[in-house]
């Protein structure tokens, strides 16, 4: 059973306000993930992580900013919110090697920006 | 470069009746392929993966993938449709490495009727 975690599940905020998006895995995996969904559409990844400090950017672009201070933690930041980044936001961790690697998700965050 | 394709935004079945929900991979290396589950207002679980050993995986819930390279094809089925099985599918794959990033298809909308 996966232990990943995502908090608020459900965000709704005025546009141009700061947030944070938090997740959180106690499994240990080194490699942790960001993906963008909209409804009826596919995961994209907008964000990724090998481990401690190490950050890059996914294949879509997005304004958002993550950071990678301890191997658990891999919040997402959006420094001023606009009704564009209304979207479902969904962490990622995996561990192992080759084969034995799978992604395992937390359970969403749904932000809707007015 | 890797993309997948799921053939069939919406399937609706009889409960009772065989499920198949179509996913078409393309992948300049041996893939990874793996299905994955979403609920209503939840995150994404693993079903079933592939990763070269047998080509007929099974997964959680009754569920099974066939991996067929000369067709590129990577099915998912369940002999009998149960209505706790309505939710949304996902086909995604991997070429590994160190990144391990997941390409992810657009997703098939499973209705189940009584």
């Known amino acids: 059973e996966a232990d990943i975690y995502q908090t608020p599940r459900y965000l709704v905020i005025g546009t141009g306000k700061k947030i944070t998006l938090e997740c959180s895995q106690t499994?240990?995996?080194?490699?942790m993930y960001w993906y963008q969904q909209d409804p009826g559409m596919e995961l994209h990844l907008i964000h990724y992580?090998?481990?401690?400090?190490?950050?890059e950017k996914g294949d879509l672009s997005s304004e958002s900013t993550v950071s990678r201070i301890r191997t658990e933690h891999f919040p997402l930041t959006l420094e001023s919110a606009r009704p564009s980044h209304t979207s479902q936001y969904l962490c990622?961790?995996?561990?192992?090697?080759?084969?034995?690697?799978?992604?395992?998700f937390g359970p969403g965050t749904r932000l809707l920006v007015l | 470069a890797q993309s997948v394709t799921q053939l069939g935004s919406h399937v609706s079945v009889s409960e009772g009746a065989l499920v198949l929900l179509r996913c078409n991979y393309s992948?300049?290396?041996?893939?990874?392929l793996f299905w994955y589950v979403q609920y209503p207002n939840q995150g994404l679980q693993l079903l079933l993966k592939?990763?070269?050993?047998?080509?007929l995986v099974k997964g959680i819930n009754g569920f099974e993938a066939e991996f067929k390279k000369s067709e590129t094809s990577f099915h998912l089925t369940k002999p009998s449709a149960h209505m706790s099985d309505a939710a949304e599918y996902f086909c995604?794959?991997?070429?590994?490495?160190?990144?391990?990033?997941?390409?992810f298809g657009t997703g098939t909308l499973l209705a189940v009727q009584p």
């Open positions: 990622a961790s995996s561990g192992g090697q080759g084969p034995q690697e799978t992604q395992y």
């Open positions: 499994m240990g995996h080194d490699k």
């Open positions: 992580s090998y481990g401690v400090n190490s950050t």
């Open positions: 992948s300049s290396v041996p893939p990874y």
């Open positions: 592939y990763t070269s050993a047998a080509t």
């Open positions: 995604a794959v991997s070429g590994g490495g160190a990144t391990n990033k997941l390409i």
